[in-house]
């Protein structure tokens, strides 16, 4: 009777499932309000980072992004190109190597095989950039290149780097809610929450402090992201301008 007093006293239930001591409680909530409060929590946090890989139309998209209301700095991989992206409030800049701007211009200018200008001159053949493609792209090789937003580059590339605009799409879950085991994110105890038996996506919400979400695989094998460094301070500062290279109201034919 004694150790049933002391229990029910104490631990205030101490027979129940749920999380332990020094835990935020959500893992006693129901999957509809422990995805709420995780959104919620989302919603209220100051900056994030993001890492791992989206699915898009098959090609995977590789993230490693720190986000803010005031901008966000990171690096993108695709299609075995990486760039970096850095939004200072409205200001985009885009950095990368040679072989990222060679690419575009055989993007742009190669579609019909002739490789980018290497027909113009003469000078370079089928499939292959010209001297002057080479040259131009060495010259933009390390530097920042700013985005206008007029071009239609920047909705597309600033998309990577907008806090609100990258959670609300991505924190979804398609499908009937389920509430799984305890599990452990970066070290931190999380419940896993699944739709539809994760085929339609699954979150590992945080149990310890504000339940941040920790993890998101995606519904239909479209990528899986850790969600990290919640509220860290950290600071965006547009490049120095000696860094950048400014093409006016377009870039996406520069």
């Known amino acids: 009777m004694v150790l049933f007093a002391v229990c029910?006293?104490?631990?205030?239930?101490?027979?129940?499932?749920?999380?332990?001591?020094?835990?935020n409680g959500v893992g006693?909530?129901?999957?509809?309000?422990?995805?709420?409060?995780?959104e919620k929590a989302a919603a209220g946090a100051g900056s994030v980072r993001l890492a791992g890989t989206l699915v898009s139309?098959?090609?995977?998209?590789?993230?490693?992004?720190?986000?803010?209301?005031?901008?966000?700095?990171?690096?993108?991989?695709?299609?075995?190109?990486?760039?970096?992206?850095?939004?200072?409030?409205?200001d985009l800049f885009l950095k990368a190597g040679d072989e990222f701007w060679l690419h575009q211009d055989e993007g742009e200018d190669g579609a019909d095989g002739k490789g980018g200008n290497g027909g113009k001159d003469g000078k370079g053949g089928a499939g292959e950039p010209s001297e002057s493609d080479v040259a131009a792209a060495r010259k933009l090789?390390?530097?920042?290149?700013?985005?206008?937003?007029?071009?239609?580059?920047?909705?597309?590339?600033?998309?990577?780097?907008?806090?609100?605009?990258?959670?609300?799409?991505?924190l979804k879950l398609d499908g009937e809610l389920a509430a799984e085991d305890n599990g452990e994110v970066d070290g931190f105890p999380t419940i896993r929450v699944t739709a539809d038996d994760g085929?339609?996506?699954?979150?590992?919400?945080?149990?310890?402090?504000r339940p941040?979400?920790?993890?998101?695989?995606?519904?239909?094998?479209?990528?899986?992201?850790?969600?990290?460094?919640?509220?860290?301070?950290?600071?965006?500062?547009?490049?120095?301008?000696?860094?950048?290279?400014?093409?006016g109201k377009q870039i996406s034919a520069s």
Not at 57 to 83: C, H, I, Y
Not at 141 to 163: N, R, W
Not at 199 to 209: D, H, R, S, T
Not at 214 to 240: I, S
Request: proline share 5%.
């Open 28 to 38: 006693k909530l129901s999957p509809e309000s422990i995805r709420a409060k995780a």
């Open 141 to 170: 090789d390390g530097k920042y290149v700013k985005v206008p937003p007029e071009d239609t580059a920047y909705k597309q590339l600033s998309g990577f780097t907008e806090m609100k605009v990258l959670l609300d799409g991505l």
């Open 199 to 209: 085929a339609g996506g699954a979150l590992e919400v945080a149990l310890e402090g």
């Open 57 to 90: 139309n098959g090609q995977p998209v590789k993230l490693d992004m720190r986000l803010s209301s005031a901008g966000g700095v990171g690096e993108v991989s695709t299609g075995g190109m990486t760039f970096s992206l850095l939004r200072a409030e409205d």
């Open 212 to 247: 941040y979400p920790l993890l998101l695989e995606r519904a239909g094998d479209a990528g899986e992201l850790r969600l990290l460094d919640w509220d860290e301070e950290f600071e965006v500062n547009a490049p120095r301008k000696e860094d950048v290279v400014d093409y």
């Open 8 to 23: 029910a006293t104490v631990l205030a239930g101490c027979g129940e499932d749920g999380p332990q001591a020094g835990e």
